[in-house]
């Protein structure tokens, strides 16, 4: 017996449920920001007209919208219900625990002065641990913040924020570059100073107009070491 076309179960629970393609769309938004890939209207509108099949992460997002099972999806004679997620069992290991995660965009390109966080693309987010709580990270560069054991290639993740208490370490915006170094702000003498975690770097001094090319982006509230084996 031939297989149901996936358009075809797709546009029958739709038609039981009211649900229209831009309803799909929206459903299908956060299952798809968490597996880091596209489904956008025009995807949608192709698998519900049949111009084109759903891969394998498309169609587990479509099945997680619907809650249905994939391979009713894929037009098998199974049942419809989506089989409930498997519970982890507890690890026996004392001192160990599964961890979850979520996805954390990193800090990328800076335009007019704005930084960028490319959420819906996979390659410029990182999956962590959810307990972080913070809104972005950022992957180190260079040594300047090596006494923090902060070192080039290490993941830095910021909670955002334009008010870091002194001796913090912040992310901050000059101009169109960021830096991460420890803050202290001077109000009544209208400076901030930034100063490096390493002695090799020059601490840097910001006053009066200088100011008005300067953004706190946020504070540094955990660090995710690079242990891959550095030349």
């Not at 449920?17 to 920001?33: E, N, S, T, W, Y």
């Not at 049942?79 to 954390?104: C, I, M, N, Q, W």
């Not at 800076?110 to 410029?124: L, V």
Request: hydrophobic share 40%; glycine share 6%; aromatic share 6%.
């Amino acid at each position: 017996m031939d297989r149901i076309p996936t358009s075809i179960r797709l546009r029958q629970i739709m038609q039981e449920r009211g649900i229209k393609q831009v309803d799909l769309v929206r459903m299908c938004a956060p299952f798809a920001r968490e597996a880091g890939i596209s489904m956008g209207k025009s995807a949608i509108s192709q698998y519900v007209t049949g111009k084109s099949l759903p891969a394998q992460r498309q169609l587990t997002i479509l099945g997680q919208a619907l809650n249905v099972s994939e391979a009713w999806l894929m037009g098998f004679d199974v049942p419809r219900d989506r089989a409930p997620a498997k519970t982890e069992a507890p690890l026996s290991v004392p001192g160990l625990y599964p961890v979850h995660k979520r996805r954390f965009p990193v800090l990328g390109k800076i335009a007019c002065g704005e930084p960028i966080f490319a959420e819906e693309d996979h390659e410029t987010s990182i999956m962590a641990s959810s307990d972080i709580d913070a809104d972005f990270c950022l992957i180190a560069q260079g040594d300047s913040m090596s006494g923090a054991h902060i070192e080039d290639g290490d993941i830095v993740f910021i909670r955002q924020t334009d008010v870091v208490p002194n001796g913090e370490i912040a992310v901050v915006l000059i101009g169109d570059e960021a830096t991460l170094k420890y803050i202290d702000w001077r109000p009544e003498q209208s400076t901030l100073i930034l100063t490096p975690a390493n002695p090799d770097y020059r601490t840097q001094v910001y006053t009066g107009d200088e100011l008005n090319r300067i953004r706190i982006l946020g504070r540094a509230v955990v660090l995710q070491k690079n242990l891959t084996r550095r030349k």
